[in-house]
């Protein structure tokens, strides 16, 4: 991002703050999509966008208010109780690690890739590796499996820790 583009607002209340204005271009993609309007995600500038699991939808033509509050939590690492992982000084072979779900989603591929010979191409990650065909009966099934064993015993399949911060 270049300097003069970040903006800062110092105020707080409802007739201060940041103005954005987006054009949706409705015109454009009304028959391509079943559904219009933008997804906002607020996030750190260190981490990727998680379009799917945060963020708020805002609708075309209405008039968005929104809130926001900075909190941060600082757990304690082992022996301390929290246990927690700080994911933002380590860093794994090929791809940065920045959090519990980017923890768990690469764990999740690294079981698929020793069990199905492939990762699923629906969990994006960096590591360059085989994706299963999901036209492929037998990957598929491969990877029900791997994903019902997951979620039933995630802790014990994935070292993914909570995030110290």
């Known amino acids: ?19 954005l ?33 945060e963020g708020i939808n805002i609708l075309p033509g209405v008039e968005t208010s ?7 939590t600082k757990r304690l690492p082992f022996p301390y109780k929290d246990r927690c992982r700080d994911y933002k000084k380590e860093t794994t072979q090929s791809a940065a690690i ?26 994006i990650f960096t590591k360059s590796r085989k994706k299963c065909n999901l036209e492929n009966e037998i990957e598929v099934c491969c990877l029900d499996e791997v994903f019902e064993e997951a979620f039933s015993n995630i802790s014990k399949m994935c070292d993914c820790p909570i995030s110290c911060s």
Do not use: W
Request: charged residues 20%; negative net charge; glycine residues 6%.
């Open 66 to 72: 929104i809130a926001i509050n900075k909190k941060t």
């Open 98 to 123: 920045l959090n519990g779900k980017d923890c768990v989603i690469q764990c999740l591929q690294d079981i698929s890739m020793q069990r199905c010979n492939c990762t699923d191409p629906t969990l």
């Open 1 to 19: 991002m270049n300097v003069s583009s970040v903006r800062v607002s110092r105020n707080i209340g409802t007739l201060s703050g940041l103005t």
């Open 21 to 53: 204005v987006l054009n949706l271009e409705l015109e454009e993609y009304i028959y391509k999509t079943q559904s219009v309007g933008a997804r906002i995600v607020i996030h750190s500038s260190d981490e990727f966008p998680d379009t799917e699991g």
